[in-house]
């Protein structure tokens, strides 16, 4: 069982950054795959980026490759998303995730392989 609480979302100016963090509660966090995923108003959850338990894995969506990082503390059982050069557009509700992973290397990107969510973190962007 795995209880996610995420944080740092506020509102920014476009250009701007902000770091969101993902706390994890469990022994058995750096065993799991975490994502990250956002929705913004009336559409669907989608998928931004994702993580191995070993970190060593990463894989991000087009729309924030080269602007977001994610990364994770298996010793602090956090995972953050480090976002930069934001637009208007990355405004959403951001939500962490949770899977326990299949290997070292294992990372997922559909919202249906994830098992544990967050209650998400408001991200504006002002332009």
């Known amino acids: 069982q795995v209880q996610l609480v995420e944080s740092g979302g506020r509102l920014v100016q476009a250009g701007g950054s902000l770091r969101l963090s993902c706390a994890a509660s469990?022994?058995?966090?750096?065993?799991?795959?975490m994502g990250w995923f956002l929705q913004a108003p009336g559409k669907e959850r989608e998928f931004v980026a994702a993580i191995s338990w070993s970190g060593g894995s990463t894989y991000y969506a087009d729309s924030v490759k080269g602007r977001f990082t994610i990364s994770r503390d298996n010793a602090k059982n956090t995972v953050y998303l480090q976002m930069n050069s934001l637009k208007p557009e990355d405004t959403a509700v951001y939500y962490c995730?949770?899977?326990?992973?299949?290997?070292?290397?294992?990372?997922?990107?559909?919202?249906?392989?994830?098992?544990?969510w967050g209650q998400g973190t408001q991200v504006t962007v002002s332009s």
């Open positions: 469990g022994r058995t966090f750096s065993s799991y795959a």
């Open positions: 995730a949770a899977a326990p992973g299949y290997s070292s290397g294992s990372y997922y990107t559909g919202r249906y392989e994830y098992g544990y």
